[in-house]
């Protein structure tokens, strides 16, 4: 099972990548990030960024939409996510690569990012994704900044399906990643192996 890797030389990675899930371990007792599942999008030598999928904001999807005069023929029931505590006034859709804009850029095989207010328009005219995750802010870290926080076991580097992980009901998103990786309080349980 390819499920995890270390911080160092194994996990850097320069231009295009398959994106990653971060999760969060329970030593991690940060206030925003404590039990915080991320989609990681840029790992290199610069830095990594990533999006936290199970922050939901107060604000759900169709209530935007109406704010902005569009409507959608099935209702948009899901939250609009709070992906990290940088720039928060920028607005992203993670979606299915069903859809493509002028500002789609393509994250891995089965995933997709684009600017909000194009894909919320195209959603409104009904040609929107499959499936998507509409979010506000990232997270970012800097030069060498995640690898060490890697080492210290703050966090762990999984090889999962991203859009899998999405599809998981948001609530229960760092619980059921966590069981898929083998992991309890941090550590591994029977039949996983750490790398």
Known sequence: MQATQKAGQDTMFEGN????????????????????????????????????????????VHELLGELGLESETRQNQPIMIGGPVQPELCWVVHTPDYAGKSTTTLGANLSLSAAQEVLTSIGNGHGPREFMLGVGYSGWGPGQLDNEIEQEAWWLADLDPLAVMRYECETRWDKVMHQLGLKNGSFVSGAVRA
Not at 29 to 42: A, I, R, W
Not at 48 to 60: E, H, I, K, R, Y
């Open 17 to 60: 990548i398959e994106p990653k899930i971060l999760v969060a371990m329970p030593a991690l007792k940060d206030g925003y990030f404590d039990k915080s599942v991320v989609l990681l999008c840029e790992y290199n030598t610069e830095g990594a960024m990533g999006f936290v999928l199970n922050s939901p904001s107060t604000t759900l």
